[in-house]
């Protein structure tokens, strides 16, 4: 059960965009349109950012964004603000025949 | 408003059990798929468990596979983890977390420590 592969650590200017990679296998986000992403402010409880892949739920600003290419997702933030300074966690859905679920390492993003 | 409240978690020593629970409101807990998630200290989140809306079906991570089992009572809205043969490396924040389709989270408790430690 490997996790899927996140850079571990980003940053970026207030106002700038940055994105986020999350790589898997044919397995998992290569073989499944079910890849979500969780925002983690410390000693908080994770929050739902993005769903099947690019999908936002209700109250998420649309500065977040998320695509799939192959086994690689993204997840995108545009004018970062400071608020924005967390860890970013991807998930996949992983197939019944093992495990169902894999999270990423997790990405800590630093506003500048 | 939904809310999701763990609780039992504590300190317990190497081989010992406990039993983890998550008290569920604001939602109809019955239709829900419902899942277990860790993080170690410092460390990022690790999926453990998840059962279907009646009970019917679980699945396990490796890691924790024939030493917890999870369950559900959905008279009492409320999720459980039993932990048993516990290790050190099974020290975590564990959280409930609510499934609403296909393995997304959409709601998640603030989570419990569990210290494995003698």
């Known amino acids: 059960q490997s996790a899927l592969t996140q850079p571990a650590s980003v940053s970026g200017s207030p106002g700038q965009s940055i994105t986020i990679s999350c790589t898997g296998t044919s397995s998992d986000v290569g073989s499944y349109n079910l890849v979500s992403w969780y925002q983690q402010h410390p000693g908080k409880a994770p929050k739902l950012m993005i769903y099947e892949v690019s999908k936002r739920p209700s109250g998420v600003s649309n500065r977040f964004s998320g695509s799939k290419s192959g086994n690689t997702a993204s997840l995108t933030i545009s004018g970062l603000q400071a608020e924005d300074e967390a860890d970013y966690y991807c998930c996949s859905y992983a197939g019944s025949s093992t495990f169902d679920v894999v999270f990423g390492g997790g990405t800590k993003l630093t506003v500048l | 408003e939904v809310q999701l409240v763990e609780s039992g978690g504590g300190l317990v020593q190497p081989g010992g059990s406990l039993r983890l629970s998550c008290a569920a409101s604001g939602f109809t807990f019955s239709s829900y798929w419902m899942h277990w998630v860790r993080q170690a200290p410092g460390k990022g989140l690790v999926w453990v468990s998840r059962i279907n809306s009646d009970g019917s079906s679980t699945s396990y991570a490796d890691s924790v596979k024939g030493r917890f089992t999870i369950s559900r009572d959905n008279a009492k809205n409320t999720l459980y983890l039993q932990m048993n043969s516990l290790r050190a490396e099974d020290t975590a924040v564990y959280y409930c977390?609510?499934?609403?389709?296909?393995?997304?989270?959409?709601?998640w408790g603030q989570g419990t420590l569990v210290t494995v430690s003698s």
């Open positions: 977390a609510r499934d609403r389709s296909m393995m997304v989270f959409d709601y």
